[in-house]
């Protein structure tokens, strides 16, 4: 048992002075996790969740080196909503989808060269941004990709975009 015990102490001291030595050897990356709290501001007969009427969730980026990018999904729900009790109801089936804006940031700078493209990929759709009703559903699976090279901005650190959707329909359910 001490035979063992010193043959391991022995190895991975040894290990460690042979890092040391090849420290000038070593490959670094950043593994970077950020988080954005998504929110939702109610009308009076309507309110956009996440999926089964929880929180918005964070999609993540698959960005490369020239500042093209695919994404995952991110799920939004149009639900019904009572502002006097503050109920979340059931998705409403007739609700209709617009894309209103957009934003791309690469290294915490705006880049004006991304063409987003944004893709509901429950319905097959995508989106043209400012046109009203091209979705109806309570229901959206939502990505983004740009496959323009961006080069008005250093393609470094953190890439995020920020999408703002807006869901309505006129008679509750």
């Known amino acids: 048992m001490k035979l063992n015990t010193f043959f391991l102490v022995s190895a991975t001291a040894m290990t460690m002075v042979s890092g040391a030595a090849n420290a000038a050897d070593e490959a670094l990356a950043d593994a970077i996790w950020s988080g954005v709290v998504g929110g939702s501001v109610p009308s009076s007969n309507l309110i956009i969740t996440g999926e089964s009427g929880g929180d918005i969730q964070q999609g993540t980026l698959y960005v490369n080196q ?14 019904d909503y009572n502002p006097e009790t503050q109920e979340v109801g059931l998705r409403q089936p007739e609700a209709t989808w617009t894309y209103v804006t957009s934003q791309v940031l690469v290294g915490n700078q705006v880049t004006q060269e991304a063409v987003l493209e944004l893709t509901d990929n429950a319905s097959s759709q995508t989106f043209t941004q400012g ?11 939502l990505s983004v990709t740009n496959n323009t090279e961006i080069t008005d901005v250093p393609v470094e650190g953190e890439a995020q975009v920020i999408v703002q959707m807006a869901a309505s329909y006129v008679e509750a359910l």
Do not use: P
């Open 66 to 79: 020239d500042g093209t990018f695919t994404s995952s999904n991110v799920v939004l729900e149009a639900r």
């Open 131 to 141: 046109t009203s009703g091209q979705v109806t559903g309570g229901y959206l699976q």
